[in-house]
């Protein structure tokens, strides 16, 4: 019988078998999390913890951890040995960010119409240009600690 969660994981095994480590990992964290807040729950107010919060830390826990763990393992770029690959990387993904940038603008523009004043303005670009800021650091983290680790394995 075969696995539907591996169709979503990448065809390499190593890093199919890393990224089933970090989905494991985050479900003892939920878990153990859990038993926390119904242990807390127990000596405290239960009105202040509705299912929402339960909810939202149910999703937010695992998905940040796997994320968190998925750029510090440092298996994204295996093919970065070298300083000079690194720069043209680095460079690749200033170049990546800023289209991300532009087509984040641009797809705002669509749904939200053309803006009427600098504030709207300003809105548009500003979460454009933070969308972009943490797509280039979440990459820039994974470049450095993939290069990081490929160096010191050479």
Excluded: H
Aim: net charge positive; charged share 20%; proline share 2%.
């Amino acid at each position: 019988m075969k696995n539907s969660l591996l169709f979503f994981l990448p065809s390499d095994e190593y890093k199919r078998n890393k990224i089933k480590g970090f989905f494991s990992e985050a479900l003892l964290l939920v878990i153990l999390v859990n038993v926390i807040l119904l242990i807390s729950i127990q000596f405290s107010n239960k009105d202040f913890m509705k299912n929402e919060f339960f909810a939202f830390i149910n999703i937010v826990i695992p998905a940040g951890y796997i994320l968190i763990r998925y750029i510090l393992s440092g298996i994204e770029y295996a093919a970065i040995f070298t300083s000079t690959d690194y720069s043209k990387e680095n460079k690749r993904l200033v170049k990546n960010s800023f289209k991300f940038f532009v087509m984040f603008a641009l797809l705002t523009l669509i749904f939200k119409g053309i803006p009427s004043d600098f504030k709207e303005t300003a809105e548009i670009v500003g979460i454009a240009l933070i969308a972009a800021m943490m797509l280039m650091l979440i990459n820039w983290l994974s470049l450095k600690s993939s290069y990081k680790k490929n160096k010191n394995l050479c």
